[in-house]
């Protein structure tokens, strides 16, 4: 079992930045893959950015340079820093932890892009 809180959502104006914060209650080193996936109204769920195996990173083209992903080791505790945001960013950011068998997912943290 794996429980994630995922904190630092809002509201920003367009061009603003903000920090996501996930923390896992497992090492990160116990995970297979962590991450960042994203839910606009109406849309599917997507894949913002992800920590694989082997230290690799996958970020999703469309935000692709505007996004970093990091993590602490000693916090357990993945980052996903955006910049330049745009209203289209706006959607429910979901952190999501792997193992071998199982996914699992954060509560969720809403991120409004509007002036």
């Known amino acids: 079992q794996v429980q994630l809180v995922e904190s630092g959502g809002g509201l920003v104006h367009p061009g603003g930045s903000l920090r996501l914060s996930c923390a896992s209650s497992?090492?990160?080193?116990?995970?297979?893959?962590m991450g960042w996936y994203r839910q606009a109204p109406g849309k599917e769920r997507e894949l913002v950015a992800m920590?694989?195996?082997?230290?690799?990173?996958t970020y999703a083209s469309s935000i692709q340079g505007r996004i970093t992903i990091s993590r602490d080791s000693a916090k357990n505790t993945v980052y996903l820093q955006m910049n330049g945001l745009k209203p289209e960013d706006t959607a429910v950011y979901y952190c999501?932890?792997?193992?071998?068998?199982?996914?699992?997912w954060g509560q969720g943290t809403q991120v409004t892009v509007s002036s």
């Open positions: 497992r090492t990160l080193f116990s995970l297979a893959a």
């Open positions: 999501k932890a792997s193992t071998t068998t199982m996914d699992y």
């Open positions: 920590f694989t195996s082997g230290d690799r990173t």
